[in-house]
């Protein structure tokens, strides 16, 4: 398995409260991504990194802001959580960013705004 | 960007051959097609991608149509650890082509 920690794997907040997600990689990747899941809408992606403080915006970035200080580290914030940001998170890493680096996945952070 | 179309859900019996297909018309020729697969509360496994011949790896194979307009993912033998969402994506092979677009996939219902 990619070597891939995302923490806290499960998160219960409240409405209006900052939440912080952690993916950590052990791969050295290059590229790290974070998508959410939602039933009847797939795998959406939020946010990508193509580096050390190199981030842009995926389809759906709005209440979502994200950093990358260091390699291993790719931080997502919801800055005032809602209720509609309840989800499955999932970060992935790539070596590249062409169709030959295939992208590995986390198991996921289930977050639910209450 | 160029779209899939996969069937919703398939059913396949253990230890039979299933033969999941993709339909992607309007596919570049610079489009590579790309499988992932997700198990349950998991996320997303790459399975296998492929320009224009057909590839084999340890989890699969992917037969792809003369005109690429089409494909299909094989799974020799299905077992129970093969139920999962299968996804077909196409991805480019210039530039910075970062984002994978998933759609909604094919369940893959194994019975025993």
């Known amino acids: 398995d990619a070597g891939i920690t995302q923490s806290p794997r499960h998160k219960v907040t409240e409405t209006g409260t900052p939440v912080t997600l952690r993916c950590h990689q052990t791969e050295n990747h290059r590229y790290m991504y974070w998508y959410r899941q939602d039933p009847g809408h797939g795998l959406r992606l939020i946010h990508y990194s193509y580096g050390v403080k190199d981030t842009d915006k995926g389809e759906v970035s709005d209440g979502y802001s994200v950093s990358r200080s260091k390699t291993e580290d790719f931080l997502l914030t919801l800055e005032s959580a809602t209720s509609s940001q309840t989800s499955v998170y999932f970060c992935a890493i790539s070596e590249g960013s062409n169709y030959n680096s295939p992208l590995h996945f986390g198991n996921g952070t289930r977050l639910t705004v209450t | 960007d160029a779209k899939t179309t996969q069937p919703n859900s398939m059913e396949s019996n253990e230890e039979e051959p299933v033969h999941l297909p993709c339909n992607h018309s309007?596919?570049?020729?610079?489009?590579?097609i790309h499988w992932y697969r997700q198990l349950p509360s998991q996320g997303p496994e790459y399975v296998i991608h492929?320009?224009?011949s057909n590839v084999n790896n340890r989890m699969a194979s992917l037969a792809i149509a003369e005109d690429r307009k089409s494909s299909t993912l094989i799974l020799h033998r299905a077992t129970l650890r093969d139920a999962a969402v299968y996804y077909c994506i196409l991805r480019g092979s210039g530039g910075s082509n970062y984002k994978l677009t998933f759609g909604k996939g094919t369940l893959l219902t194994v019975n025993p």
């Open positions: 309007t596919i570049s020729g610079t489009d590579y």
């Open positions: 492929g320009l224009t």
